[in-house]
């Protein structure tokens, strides 16, 4: 950054230059190091975190974008960075006509700072106001919208007026005594930056209101989350917040730092009685957790917690053995083990029953590990025999090896191309493995080669719906079928309520499942399933539909929207997980704007063009917003730039084809 110092010309030239804000830009927490900053209301020191971030164009107009003339009626550049101290904010403000006053008005220009963090489950916001005060006719304060009462305590404001009196520079420290909740949750901050312009004094409320993005200190839960003040992989407070949003009081059972996915870096793994939970930088990039909730809800079911590698990737599982509910009069013990897939979800992997008991009997089978595998054994009994051995089993789970059954002990390995453990070898019991030959006396070797084990899908689905707590009888919304992974065998794709799930016969071996959480709240809802080859790989992808209400602030007022998006999500490879975004439809009671979709697949593509307005026009249409990170935006039928787009695969991603 240059400072500026000659002339409203050479400040809008360097406000243009700086990367440019939209409606859903995040604000940058820089760490204050070594740099000199000292309030002054001159911001040349601040050269050391490069230029202004600028905040001057018409889709970060919030409040009034009629009475909005242009970046020389309002606009400004930015900064922030943090210390020990506080939090520190520089701005230079293109304002013709400033208005300020010794009573530091509502109505009067003035830049706000809003910020939000979670903090034991809940959300707490702030937002200050600075008001620029009139070199030597009264100062600039500091004062609490939301958050507090009054006068900052201990904040600082400084101006100084542009060379060409069409704005002014200003410089403000914020302490953390002031917002103590933001500095101990840094890692969950957001928010946003805005100045309200009031043009003339004495109006009854400002005519503008530009912002790095939406939200507010009453509306904390549109903020964008920020960027630079993140400190993953073990917030508190996401950890806090998921304890109190599942009534989680007991002490957790296992809390470790491993690398569960992502890069090297570790993810923190902790376990409560009945869940598990992993968060971290493989887990949404830091900014959310993922968790498993188990059947059993009492620490003495849990019997045992182990996280170490066992698929040979480098990567841990989480390997839990527990006590499951009493069948025909029996308890059972079973092994299961997780991983995180590369979406950052929980995935089951491996499920088997290793114990049993019954009154004073008991057996449970011996577990071992392979460098890219597991080995189960038949354990020694106590009390069992073959004759009161009980045969029930549940359907989708083997039942435990024992000295008695067809097998004495399995190996499973993984394979990464089909993402599941497959039964490798078996060793038999030798009652019934040994042969004699009648002729030479010899006994005959034992079958080489693994022990199929028979498909189960009414099972696997029985298992899904009682880890996901999806009530028994309860029918999928959607189903389609085809070919989705592994073999050419076609799978089921389902949908229940906001969960994906795939099932097959030759999928995991037909002994397990594949789900995936979409994006969706309480009232969204899935509108359209189809597989269709969208990336060219031979395997058909899940392609949704879905309508989600989305709120936001427009103009001031708080709006609900119904907005359409079309996902589609791959089940096998590489880049398993949401492949494809955008939005397609959008609409406010009878006014809309619906894409059409020209084509999904043909060619690795998908091709949207813009279709007609309902209701709304270039100049009445009520949003400027941006589309959210990994979405293609919705077309709009006024923009002649983006009447049909075409978004081709790449072999990794889909991009916007030329």
Same mark, same amino acid.
């Given at each position: 950054?240059?400072?500026?110092?000659?002339?409203?010309?050479?400040?809008?030239?360097?406000?243009?230059?700086?990367?440019?804000?939209?409606?859903?830009?995040?604000? #940058?927490?820089?760490?204050?190091?070594?740099?000199?900053?000292?309030?002054?209301?001159?911001?040349?020191?601040?050269?050391?975190? *490069?230029?202004?971030?600028?905040?001057?164009?018409?889709?970060?107009?919030?409040?009034?974008?009629?009475?909005?003339?242009?970046?020389?009626?309002?606009?400004?550049?930015?900064?922030? +960075?943090?210390?020990?101290?506080?939090?520190?904010?520089?701005?230079?403000?293109?304002?013709?006509?400033?208005?300020?006053?010794?009573?530091?008005?509502?109505?009067?220009?003035?830049?706000?700072?809003?910020?939000?963090?979670?903090?034991?489950?809940?959300?707490?916001?702030?937002?200050?106001?600075?008001?620029?005060? #009139?070199?030597? +006719?009264?100062?600039?304060?500091?004062?609490?919208?939301?958050?507090?009462?009054?006068?900052?305590?201990?904040?600082?404001?400084?101006?100084?007026?542009?060379?060409?009196?069409?704005?002014?520079t200003l410089e403000a420290r914020i302490p953390w005594s002031a917002i103590p909740e933001?500095?101990?949750?840094?890692?969950?901050?957001?928010?946003?930056?805005?100045?309200?312009?009031?043009?003339?004094?004495?109006?009854?409320?400002?005519?503008?209101?530009?912002?790095?993005?939406?939200?507010?200190?009453?509306?904390?839960?549109?903020?964008?989350?920020?960027?630079?003040?993140?400190?993953?992989?073990?917030?508190?407070?996401?950890?806090?917040?998921?304890?109190?949003?599942?009534?989680?009081?007991?002490?957790? &059972?296992?809390?470790?730092?491993?690398?569960?996915?992502?890069?090297? @870096?570790?993810?923190?793994?902790?376990?409560?009685?009945?869940?598990?939970?992993?968060?971290?930088?493989?887990?949404?990039?830091?900014?959310?957790?993922?968790?498993? @909730?188990?059947?059993?809800?009492?620490?003495?079911?849990?019997?045992?917690?182990?996280?170490?590698?066992?698929?040979?990737?480098?990567?841990?599982?989480?390997?839990?053995?527990?006590?499951?509910?009493?069948?025909?009069?029996?308890?059972?013990?079973?092994?299961?083990?997780?991983?995180?897939?590369?979406?950052?979800?929980?995935?089951?992997?491996?499920?088997?029953?290793?114990?049993?008991?019954?009154?004073?009997? @008991?057996?449970?089978?011996?577990?071992?590990?392979?460098?890219?595998?597991?080995?189960?054994?038949?354990?020694?009994?106590?009390?069992?025999?073959?004759?009161?051995?009980?045969?029930?089993?549940?359907?989708?789970? =083997?039942?435990?090896?024992?000295?008695?059954?067809?097998?004495?002990?399995?190996?499973?390995?993984?394979?990464?191309?089909?993402?599941?453990?497959?039964?490798?070898?078996?060793?038999?019991?030798?009652?019934?493995?040994?042969?004699?030959?009648?002729?030479?006396?010899?006994?005959?070797?034992?079958?080489?080669?693994?022990?199929?084990?028979?498909?189960?899908?009414?099972?696997?689905?029985?298992?899904?719906?009682?880890?996901?707590?999806?009530?028994?009888?309860?029918?999928?919304?959607? @189903?389609?079928?085809?070919?989705?992974?592994?073999?050419?065998?076609?799978? =089921?794709?389902?949908?229940?309520?906001?969960?994906?799930?795939?099932?097959?016969?030759?999928?995991?071996?037909?002994?397990?499942?594949?789900?995936?959480?979409?994006?969706?709240? #309480?009232?969204?809802?899935?509108?359209?399933?189809?597989?269709?080859?969208?990336?060219?790989?031979?395997?058909?992808?899940?392609?949704?539909?879905?309508?989600?209400?989305?709120? +936001?602030?427009?103009? *001031?007022?708080?709006?609900? !929207?119904?907005?359409?998006?079309?996902?589609?999500?791959?089940?096998?490879?590489?880049?398993?997980?949401?492949?494809?975004?955008?939005?397609?439809?959008?609409?406010?009671?009878?006014?809309?704007?619906?894409?059409?979709?020209?084509?999904?697949?043909?060619?690795?593509?998908?091709?949207?063009?813009? *279709?007609?307005?309902?209701?709304?026009?270039?100049?009445?249409?009520?949003?400027?917003?941006?589309?959210?990170?990994?979405?293609?935006?919705?077309?709009?039928?006024?923009? !002649? +730039?983006?009447?049909?787009?075409?978004?081709?695969?790449?072999? !990794?991603?889909?991009? &916007?084809?030329?």
């Open positions: 950054m240059t400072y500026r110092t000659t002339s409203a010309s050479a400040l809008l030239v360097l406000l243009l230059a700086a990367p440019a804000a939209s409606a859903q830009s995040a604000v #940058e927490v820089f760490e204050r190091g070594t740099a000199r900053l000292s309030l002054d209301g001159l911001i040349r020191e601040w050269s050391g975190f *490069g230029q202004l971030r600028a905040v001057d164009d018409r889709a970060s107009v919030t409040v009034g974008a009629a009475a909005w003339r242009g970046s020389d009626d309002a606009s400004f550049g930015y900064a922030v +960075a943090r210390d020990d101290e506080g939090l520190w904010i520089a701005a230079e403000v293109r304002d013709d006509a400033l208005v300020r006053s010794d009573t530091h008005a509502d109505t009067d220009d003035h830049l706000s700072v809003a910020l939000a963090v979670t903090s034991g489950g809940r959300t707490v916001a702030y937002e200050i106001d600075l008001y620029p005060g #009139e070199p030597g +006719a009264f100062p600039g304060a500091a004062r609490f919208r939301v958050g507090g009462r009054g006068v900052v305590v201990g904040a600082q404001v400084v101006e100084a007026p542009l060379p060409d009196r069409l704005g002014l933001v500095r101990a949750h840094l890692d969950t901050l957001r928010a946003r930056i805005a100045w309200s312009d009031a043009d003339a004094p004495r109006r009854r409320a400002v005519e503008s209101v530009i912002a790095t993005g939406p939200g507010d200190g009453a509306h904390p839960d549109a903020l964008p989350l920020v960027l630079g003040a993140n400190a993953p992989p073990a917030p508190s407070a996401l950890l806090d917040q998921f304890r109190a949003e599942n009534a989680v009081t007991a002490p957790a &059972r296992l809390d470790r730092s491993v690398d569960l996915a992502g890069d090297a @870096r570790p993810e923190r793994v902790v376990v409560y009685p009945g869940f598990v939970v992993a968060l971290g930088p493989g887990v949404a990039q830091g900014t959310a957790y993922a968790f498993i @909730r188990l059947p059993a809800r009492t620490s003495d079911d849990l019997l045992d917690v182990t996280v170490r590698d066992i698929t040979g990737d480098g990567k841990s599982e989480v390997l839990l053995r527990q006590r499951a509910g009493t069948v025909g009069g029996f308890s059972r013990e079973l092994l299961t083990v997780y991983r995180v897939d590369e979406g950052g979800n929980f995935q089951q992997v491996f499920v088997h029953e290793v114990g049993r008991a019954q009154g004073a009997n @008991r057996l449970s089978d011996r577990v071992s590990y392979e460098p890219a595998g597991l080995r189960l054994e038949a354990g020694v009994p106590v009390g069992f025999t073959a004759a009161t051995w009980p045969a029930a089993t549940e359907a989708g789970v =083997e039942a435990p090896l024992t000295p008695w059954s067809t097998d004495r002990a399995r190996v499973f390995t993984w394979s990464a191309a089909a993402h599941a453990f497959s039964l490798a070898r078996s060793e038999r019991n030798a009652p019934l493995a040994a042969a004699v030959n009648t002729t030479t006396g010899n006994i005959a070797s034992p079958p080489v080669g693994p022990t199929p084990l028979a498909a189960d899908l009414d099972g696997v689905l029985r298992i899904f719906r009682q880890r996901e707590s999806v009530p028994e009888g309860t029918a999928p919304t959607h @189903r389609a079928t085809g070919d989705v992974g592994e073999d050419a065998t076609a799978e =089921e794709v389902l949908i229940f309520g906001r969960t994906l799930v795939v099932v097959g016969p030759r999928f995991y071996g037909g002994r397990s499942y594949y789900s995936v959480a979409l994006p969706l709240a #309480e009232g969204d809802a899935v509108i359209d399933l189809r597989l269709v080859d969208i990336t060219g790989d031979g395997k058909n992808e899940a392609v949704l539909r879905v309508r989600r209400n989305v709120g +936001a602030q427009v103009q *001031g007022a708080a709006v609900t !929207s119904q907005r359409e998006m079309l996902l589609a999500y791959a089940v096998t490879g590489e880049r398993r997980g949401r492949v494809f975004a955008a939005e397609v439809a959008r609409r406010v009671g009878d006014c809309a704007v619906v894409n059409e979709l020209r084509s999904v697949g043909a060619g690795n593509a998908v091709t949207i063009r813009s *279709g007609a307005a309902q209701g709304w026009s270039a100049t009445t249409y009520p949003f400027h917003d941006v589309a959210p990170q990994g979405y293609f935006p919705l077309l709009l039928p006024w923009d !002649s +730039a983006q009447q049909q787009v075409t978004y081709r695969w790449n072999g !990794s991603v889909f991009e &916007r084809a030329p």
